[in-house]
């Protein structure tokens, strides 16, 4: 999903000059930045960066974090790909009569009014035809909105920290982006959903084959966790923190009630996820087989085991950089401790 179509450029230089593409997924808890070398046909990850936003960090405040995150790594003047989400970007997989690229945009000048809440002037739109509907005639498209002042916000955020903004991409996309980069290719017909469990909100993306058709972003994740510990347990943020990561306690009576709390924020979690797989069943008639996460909450094994359960289907993983060599300097075995986090800046690094 390209926002800036007229931003065409796509390169970076790093201190070694070697040119890359550089993903940028800022998240409500940190930020990512994955740099790629696409050389002959060749990937490789040259550096990448989870910078923790200190709770409190207000808007003003996230460009030097930004620019902090860039040069903890040497990545100097660069361009990157940028991740939007949240409740201002907007999802609709429809069904429109058969027309070329530019007779959908005009279409959509029209018609897009009736499938986003936004008031049109406000709002970037783009779209994509995913292919021919069942319906005869008809065609299926993807269209996406986002509020023209959240861009317009993230790109000054960015600007502010020295870095121009190439290509925007929605997050679940990117995520499902890196998943085709890792991976084999999905059967034809069968449900696929993908999760992202991140801090602020949990990406759903469903897919039959490798034709994405339902987006959703829940809004929990890790923080609703931490605010339920601070609230149930009277407890300071550090303290439920250290918790959610799992330091050492000896005390059993607070252990239980650590993992009553979490298992109640994820059951609710799990509910919602549930209601979105349901949904995609009934529309589609097709039920999911398998379902892939990522995000910073899948290391929490209780929290997957807990999810597993109650969906009655496997949650799997997968590496985003199993197609993608790492450069020397670079450990594997780091890398892989922070990759499901990573997921979707490897996605946007993947664009051109
Ligand atoms: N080792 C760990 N065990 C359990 N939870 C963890 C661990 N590491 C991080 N988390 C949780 O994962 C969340 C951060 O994940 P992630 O980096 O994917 O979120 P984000 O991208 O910042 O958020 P969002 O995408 O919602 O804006 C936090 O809530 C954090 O508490
Ligand atoms: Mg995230």
């Known amino acids: 999903m390209v926002f800036l179509p007229d931003f065409h450029i796509?390169?970076?230089?790093?201190?070694?000059?070697?040119?890359?593409?550089?993903?940028?997924?800022?998240g409500s808890s940190s930020i990512k930045i994955v740099a790629l070398n696409k050389k002959a046909g060749e990937k490789i990850l040259t550096a990448y960066n989870i910078k923790t936003i200190p709770s409190g960090t207000k808007y003003s405040g996230m460009s030097d974090i930004i620019k902090e995150a860039f040069e903890e790594i040497g990545l100097c003047s660069p361009e990157a790909n940028l991740a939007v989400s949240g409740p201002e970007v907007i999802v609709r997989f429809i069904n429109l009569p058969k027309m070329d690229k530019s007779q959908l945009k005009e279409a959509l000048t029209y018609e897009a009014e009736k499938y986003i809440p936004f008031n049109f002037n406000e709002v970037v739109l783009d779209s994509l035809i995913l292919g021919d509907a069942q319906e005869s005639g008809q065609m299926n498209v993807l269209l996406a909105a986002a509020k023209k002042e959240y861009i317009e916000s993230r790109i000054k955020m960015v600007e502010r920290a020295g870095i121009k903004v190439n290509i925007m991409d929605i997050a679940p996309f990117a995520m499902f982006n890196s998943?085709?980069?890792?991976?084999?290719?999905?059967?034809?017909?069968?449900?696929?959903?993908?999760?992202?469990l991140g801090h602020t909100q949990t990406d759903v993306l469903i897919s039959t084959g490798n034709a994405p058709c339902f987006m959703r972003q829940i809004q929990i994740g890790g923080k609703n966790v931490i605010e339920e510990l601070m609230r149930g347990m009277g407890i300071k943020e550090k303290k439920a923190q250290g918790f959610v990561l799992d330091v050492p306690n000896k005390d059993q009576a607070e252990k239980e009630s650590v993992s009553r709390i979490i298992t109640e924020v994820i059951e609710g979690l799990t509910r919602e996820i549930q209601l979105s797989f349901g949904y995609f069943e009934n529309r589609y008639n097709t039920s999911i087989s398998s379902v892939y996460c990522c995000g910073g909450m899948t290391y929490r094994a209780e929290t997957i085991n807990f999810i597993k359960q109650k969906l009655g289907v496997d949650l799997l993983r997968w590496d985003p950089f199993e197609k993608i060599k790492i450069s020397e300097n670079l450990s594997k075995s780091d890398i892989d401790t922070v990759a499901a986090q990573l997921t979707v800046g490897v996605g946007l690094a993947l664009r051109d």
Do not use: H
């Open 10 to 26: 796509n390169m970076t230089k790093n201190m070694n000059n070697i040119v890359d593409v550089v993903g940028l997924d800022i």
């Open 179 to 196: 998943f085709f980069n890792a991976e084999k290719s999905l059967k034809q017909g069968e449900g696929y959903a993908f999760l992202g």
